[in-house]
Every structure is written in structure tokens, then in C-alpha cells.
């Protein structure tokens, strides 16, 4: 997590940093990574936490309150009433109407708090997901940024654990011995982010390092070799692409022979990332 804070340059002298605390393991193991972080990074920057209220947890929440009170962590739990309602009124309602109630109710608690950085504890796994779900369903190249802001930009929005997996907060969270209180819609089945979860996780039985190699993508985006004109010397007015690199070989190949090509070729390889996943 302190990579992913200091290549995004995240955190900054003097904020106040409110985590949103969903309930569940990624958001906790973030919490206690940044109160450690704020003990030893050479700035100086405070934490709080907070959690949104919206009829969704599967079970009561007050163990959590009680220890981040132990823990002497900052903690406010708002009740946002319009999603209580929504619930009552539309039970079918979809993630994206739910979704905006949370992100106002999210600005309104971090404007309270006088916080001015909100932290998310979206994982590796999370922009995996992300990145496939937009290649494949809405025809464009992106994920979770680590880093963006508010529409009036009063607001930074981190999500510090780019790096980290979610067995890996699995694990640090069952070690605190901390109460985890999962969202209904976590344990949803049938939805295109369970799909895109399971192949991922039945590729990486044969290719260990595929969230690593898919996280690398993502920080090594080569323009000149994708679709969008925008991005292309369409009049050789500059650098061009060339067809030197062994991937533009593979259109002499089938579709079949050539994935398989590559697939013996990189099957044991380490991929080269900037970074270092641990997990």
C-alpha cells in the first residue's frame, strides 16, 4: 500500500484522510494499513473513518463501532434515510441509483469531518474486474483510477490498495480478529463482476501471476497498437509503430496457434511489473 501512496502521490502533508469503511475486509485491512502508514511516513496526516448506512449489511454493525472505539479510531456512522427508502419503495432498484445515494451521502459525512482526501478500499482484484468488465460490456480501455477527484473537486479520491489482493487482505483481517460485516450485495450471484471473478479465478489455478501481469497492462498502455485514431500517426507525420515487435507476426498464424504460441512462451514467466505484488 505505501507503493501505491507514493507513485500516486495519494497523501500529502497536513490531510485529513476519512476512510470509507464498508463493513468488510478490503476497507478494514485499509484502515489499519493507513493508521500504521500515519505513525511512520515522513508527513504528517491524520485518519478517520466512517461507515454509510444503507439497509444493506447482513448482520448489526455496533461490534465494528465498538472496535474502532478500542482501537481509538475516529468513527461516524450515518444513516442515509433516502436509501432506506429507496429499498422500501424500488427493491429492484440497480447499483447505479444506489450508488449515487452513497456518493452523496459519502461527500456529505467527509465535508463534516473536514476531511479533504477520501480513501476506498477497492484491491488488485477490483481493477481486474474493472478493467475486463469495461473491455468486454461497454467497448472501452479503463479501470478504477488510483487517484481522481470530485466533480467540484473538493475532494481526492484514493484507493490505496491498488497493489494488494484480496486473499491477502483476507488473511490480514482474520488476523486482527476483527468484526467483518458483509454487504448483501457482496455475496450476489449471477452478475457479470461474480462471472469475471470466477474466470479470473480459474485462470490463475494454471497462471499464478495473472492479476500482476493485468495490473502491469494497465501502467504500460501502448497507444500506437490499439484502435482509437486518435492515437495513431495515421500520416506518418511522426513515429510510427513498426511491425518489428513479435506480436505483429502472429496475424501469419491462427488465431489458435498463435495464442497458443504465446501461451507456451510466457506460461512460466514472472511478468515484469514496476512493482511488486505481495500477496
Known amino acids: 500500500m505505501g507503493e501505491a501512496v ?17 463493513g468488510g475486509k478490503d476497507s ?20 478517520c473513518a466512517f461507515t454509510v ?10 461490534p465494528l463501532g465498538e472496535y474502532l472505539k478500542q482501537r481509538g479510531v475516529d468513527w461516524t456512522y450515518y444513516t442515509d434515510n433516502p436509501s432506506l427508502k429507496l429499498l422500501e419503495e424500488k427493491p429492484d432498484h440497480g447499483c447505479d441509483l ?8 459519502v461527500y456529505e459525512i467527509a465535508r463534516g469531518l473536514g476531511a479533504n482526501v477520501i480513501a476506498f478500499g477497492h484491491t488488485a482484484d477490483d481493477l481486474c474486474e474493472s478493467f475486463l468488465r469495461n473491455a468486454l460490456f461497454t467497448g472501452r480501455v479503463g479501470s478504477l483510477p488510483p487517484v481522481t477527484y470530485s466533480r467540484e473537486r473538493d475532494f481526492r479520491l484514493i484507493r490505496p ?17 476483527a468484526p467483518v ?35 502491469a497492462a494497465m501502467g504500460n498502455i501502448q497507444t500506437g497498437r490499439l484502435l482509437d485514431p486518435r492515437y495513431l500517426d495515421l500520416e506518418a507525420n511522426g513515429p510510427i509503430a513498426t511491425e518489428d515487435a513479435p506480436e505483429a507476426f502472429a496475424e501469419d498464424m491462427s488465431e489458435d496457434a498463435a495464442a497458443e504460441d504465446a501461451e507456451d512462451s510466457n506460461a512460466d514467466a514472472v ?9
Not at 162 to 175: G, K, P
Open 53 to 62: 448506512e444503507q439497509g444493506k449489511f447482513l448482520r448489526p454493525i455496533q
Open 181 to 215: 460485516t458483509p454487504c448483501g450485495c457482496s455475496l450476489r450471484t449471477g452478475t457479470v463482476r461474480r462471472s469475471l471473478r470466477d474466470i479470473i479465478g480459474t485462470l490463475e489455478q494454471d497462471y499464478p501471476h495473472l492479476k500482476e501481469t493485468m495490473l
Open 161 to 177: 490498495l491498488v497493489f494488494v489482493t484480496e486473499d491477502l487482505t483476507a488473511q490480514y483481517a482474520a488476523s486482527l480478529g
Open 98 to 105: 444506489c450508488s449515487r445515494f452513497r456518493r452523496r451521502a
Open 271 to 279: 511478468p515484469a511489473t514496476p512493482f511488486v505484488i505481495v500477496g
Open 6 to 22: 507514493t507513485r500516486f502521490k495519494m497523501i500529502r502533508e497536513g490531510d485529513r484522510v476519512a476512510v470509507a469503511l464498508s
Open 28 to 47: 478494514l485491512t485499509m484502515l489499519e494499513a493507513l493508521l500504521l502508514l500515519a505513525e511512520r511516513a515522513p508527513i504528517n496526516f491524520t485518519v
